[in-house]
């Protein structure tokens, strides 16, 4: 009797294990929950877009035009190169080098050397004479009484385009500034003209300029342009040398006694050759423009 009691006792155990093993079998695993996604990282600042003209650049650009045009006088050097292209595709490079003096608001002397005849030019505020010494010829036509005036006569009826007509009319920064369109600050360089010069690089009336301009004595000492209508985009560079501001200007400077005694010709080139003073004129279509 003790023995079927205790033998239902273990009975009674083993059938309570079953259950509970059978409950546990029946019931889902417990999955833990997932964590809670971030909530999304706020977009990064974006920089702001720098300004089209740019302080820094206007400010040397206007500090150059206005020490430009503040001289009653003016002679420099400007040596000029630009590419043309050649029967074999790959562009040529043509040098000229003028010496230059003027004086406001209606006197202007060109002397011109480089890679073709010599020439000479005079502005005396009533006329503009081009001279020829190796032909003995020179040309002679009505001018009107400025400095600017005359320089766009020059160039619509007779051609005549002096690549650094930027640096000489009256108001330098005012004549950028008419179709400025960009102008960016690129650094500072030890290397051009000799000195510590300020780079800044514009963009405007169909042109792209690179502009080497003295840190200290403000005045230019490089140019590089390219053309925006021209498909080859050849260069065309100035570089500006032996400045001399408001100083005396001898007698005589704006005549010259042998182009007086010369064959008088048309004011037009006597031969299909480049034009008589400056680089030959922009594509169709564009500003003549160095600065």
């Known amino acids: 009797m003790r023995q079927d009691l205790v ?14 093993v059978g409950a546990s079998a029946q019931q889902p695993p417990v999955t833990p929950s997932a964590p809670a996604p971030a909530p ?44 043309s292209p050649s029967p074999l595709g790959p ?4 040098t000229t080098r003028s010496l230059v003096r003027l004086q406001r608001p209606d006197k202007l002397r060109v002397i011109q050397t480089g890679d073709g005849p010599a020439s000479e030019f005079y502005y005396n505020g009533k006329t503009m004479t081009a001279y020829m010494p190796a032909d003995k010829l020179v040309a002679v036509a009505d001018a009107p009484p400025t400095i600017d005036a005359m320089l766009e006569a020059a160039y619509q009826s007779h051609g005549t385009y002096f690549p650094f007509t930027d640096a000489i009319v009256a108001d330098p920064y005012g004549d950028i500034a008419k179709g400025l369109e960009l102008a960016f ?9 000799g000195t510590t010069t300020d780079i800044v690089a514009y963009a405007g009336d169909g042109v792209f300029v690179q502009m080497w301009i003295g840190t200290h004595d403000k005045l230019p000492r490089m140019a590089r342009a390219v053309f925006k209508k021209d498909p080859m985009r050849l260069r065309h560079q100035v570089e500006f040398s032996s400045w001399k501001l408001d100083g005396a200007v001898p007698a ?8 007086a005694a010369a064959k008088r010709i048309p004011f037009a080139h006597p031969d299909p050759g480049p034009p008589m003073v400056g680089t030959p004129p922009p594509a169709a279509g564009e500003t003549p423009k160095t600065k």
Not at 91 to 94: F, N, P, R
Not at 185 to 193: A, F, I, P, R, T
């Open 7 to 20: 033998g239902a006792r273990i009975l009674l155990a083993a059938l309570s294990l079953l259950v509970a």
């Open 40 to 83: 999304p990282a706020p977009p990064a600042a974006q920089p702001a877009p720098a300004p089209a003209l740019e302080p820094k650049a206007i400010e040397v650009l206007k500090a150059s035009g206005s020490r430009l045009a503040a001289a009653r006088t003016m002679s420099f050097t400007a040596v000029a190169s630009y590419e």
């Open 91 to 94: 562009a040529l490079v043509y």
């Open 185 to 193: 600050y690129v650094g500072q360089s030890k290397v051009v003209g």
């Open 252 to 259: 005589g400077a704006f005549v010259s006694s042998r182009a």
